[in-house]
């Protein structure tokens, strides 16, 4: 029970300590939370108050299912742009089928992350590369940004791509509002300086450390409350500034998504897009934050928790959503010990909701567009591209791609770009394996690779070492480096492929093994195996291979040329000993 409810186990000698700790974390990430859900839920198109309930029930469910000890799950940037993008093509804004459509998404989305935890599928998002992952996460980061930027101005652009996105506002800047452009401008500086000055500002004045933080991160709450009370203040509504006008009041009540087939086949692709995404930036989050104190989690529990998070948000009416990096380093920061923290957190939102949402009628939308521009734009590393490309010319040529195709075709080709991409570099990479020609290495028993190390190899013994498992892509591969090696040599009496790094050997590369060793035998060349490992003998002992390979299967590389060439490699191993022994002791 323990392994499905991980509440069983940290539950257990909750004390008043690890209470208190938890309170503290939930009430600056509620603090924070409060804005940034108000502000995703307008990325995602959706009414403000969605993004309130989207951090109720899901904190719940967390707590009770997940395994992180201080992830925080909700509505994230990433997350609420892929929201959008696909229900934008489906219904229009602001209608209730747009609704419907964005919690038929999450649901969807909760049942595969279900689906793919009970069935401990957590190995699919291993198909997506970080460099693939952080291309898309930097261009969605700018798409995000830039989408928020008609929000500051005050007037109306949109686009599903950064080319449609700029052209649209570039037309559109005949209509800038100026009581719009400066709350906008105020909020974005505010919001940029104290969340790099403000907490060192109030240590300067003496203030404590917990309380300079819970100010800190209170910032955004302090930029809604300004400016909400200008705009209501000065009349500025009636100017032309947009509000967030009527939020409901009160808990969000059980409900439904639509079930029309249409829809759900519709959102099918981009519901496994959202959570294999989802998963990724939670699992990413999740191991890091582990990491810091020791802990551990479990992958696949962690797709059975944000399966029933996605479940519960659209049922309690939210929208998808995953663990939030910049919100879960805050609760981690702030000294949460356990989920409960989550469960507190949910808590405040829930008064929130109940009490505080006549407060934000007033509320402009530049503010809430500030929020999401400062959040999202710590997304964004400019020098990831040039960092990649030094280090590895393909993945940084996959970054990039997948980068510049999100950016110019928009969210859904990017993410299908990017796993396409990441699939086609593992099949590139493993077809063509490193295949090393090794030698002994002087006095020793050990054998490496000629083109980097003085070593010993002997004329009539070729010794091949495969640096990776053998399968469909690479067997090819493999035959015609045999081959080509083989016609080089005309002496050639012994070939030994080494296979320390060979974990497989898969139907189509044993039947490559098969044709290299009747090549061999018809040239004249005895085919041998050496440090084959324990799983791949056992297989290739279900097969006919080693009863016809004409050489022998070895323990070990020395064993092989102990018995291929036994005079050359004594000789070998000696030399460097008797050197060794007469060379005179230091004073």
Not at 108 to 121: I, P, Y
Not at 256 to 263: A, G, Q, T
């Amino acid at each position: 029970m323990r392994r499905y409810f991980p509440i069983l186990d940290w539950s257990r000698g909750y004390g008043r300590e690890t209470l208190m700790a938890d309170l503290v974390a939930a009430v600056i990430v509620t603090i924070m939370l409060i804005p940034q859900s108000l502000a995703y839920a307008l990325l995602a198109g959706l009414p403000p108050e969605i993004g309130l309930y989207a951090s109720i029930a899901p904190l719940l469910l967390y707590a009770v299912f997940g395994t992180s000890r201080t992830l925080a799950v909700g509505p994230v940037a990433v997350v609420s742009l892929m929201t959008a993008a696909a229900v934008g093509q489906l219904a229009q804004e602001g209608s209730a089928e747009y609704l419907g459509a964005a919690l038929a998404l999450a649901l969807l989305s909760g049942v595969m992350l279900l689906a793919m935890g009970v069935l401990r599928l957590g190995f699919i998002a291993n198909f997506l590369s970080h460099p693939v992952i952080s291309g898309f996460i930097t261009a969605s980061g700018i798409l995000i940004a830039a989408g928020q930027v008609p929000h500051l101005l005050g007037i109306s652009a949109s686009g599903h791509n950064l080319l449609e996105l700029i052209g649209n506002v570039l037309t559109g800047l005949d209509g800038i509002n100026p009581f719009t452009l400066m709350i906008g401008i105020s909020a974005t500086g505010f919001l940029f300086w104290s969340r790099g000055n403000l907490k060192k500002w109030l240590l300067h004045k003496g203030m404590s450390d917990l309380p300079a933080t819970i100010l800190t991160r209170a910032a955004p709450v302090a930029a809604v409350a300004v400016t909400t009370l200008a705009v209501w203040g000065f009349g500025l509504a009636q100017s032309g500034v947009a509000i967030v006008g009527d939020v409901p009041r009160g808990l969000p009540r059980p409900q439904l998504p639509p079930l029309d087939p249409d829809l759900w086949r519709a959102i099918l692709v981009p519901a496994l897009m959202i959570s294999i995404v989802g998963y990724v930036e939670t699992v990413s989050v999740a191991q890091t934050l582990a990491a810091r104190r020791r802990q551990r989690i479990d992958p696949d529990q962690e797709l059975v928790a944000l399966g029933a998070c996605n479940i519960g948000s659209a049922l309690s009416g939210g929208f998808p959503v995953t663990g939030g990096f910049a919100r879960s380093v805050v609760n981690f920061d702030a000294g949460a010990q356990t989920p409960a923290a989550g469960a507190f957190t949910a808590l405040g939102m829930a008064l929130a909701v109940m009490f505080l949402t006549p407060l934000l009628f007033f509320l402009p939308k530049a503010t809430l567009a500030a929020t999401i521009i400062v959040a999202v734009l710590t997304l964004v590393d400019p020098g990831a591209l040039r960092r990649v490309f030094a280090y590895s010319r393909a993945d940084g040529a996959a970054m990039a791609a997948t980068l510049f195709v999100t950016l110019a075709f928009g969210v859904e080709p990017g993410i299908v770009a990017g796993v396409a991409l990441s699939l086609f570099l593992h099949l590139y990479r493993t077809s063509r394996p490193h295949v090393a020609v090794v030698g002994q290495v002087p006095g020793t028993e050990h054998f490496r690779n000629v083109d980097r190390h003085a070593v010993i190899t002997a004329p009539d013994v070729l010794t091949v070492r495969v640096d990776e498992s053998l399968y469909f892509p690479n067997a090819r591969f493999l035959e015609d480096f045999v081959q080509d090696r083989i016609a080089r040599n005309p002496a050639l009496r012994h070939l030994v492929l080494m296979c320390p790094a060979v974990n497989e050997v898969d139907a189509s590369a044993l039947e490559s093994l098969e044709t290299i060793n009747r090549m061999l035998a018809d040239g004249g060349v005895t085919l041998h195996l050496s440090e084959v490992k324990g799983p791949v003998m056992d297989r290739l002992r279900r097969s006919s291979f080693l009863e016809a390979m004409s050489g022998r299967v070895f323990l070990t590389q020395y064993d092989a040329m102990r018995a291929l060439a036994p005079d050359l490699t004594a000789r070998t191993l000696a030399a460097c000993r008797r050197e060794t022994q007469r060379a005179p002791l230091p004073d």
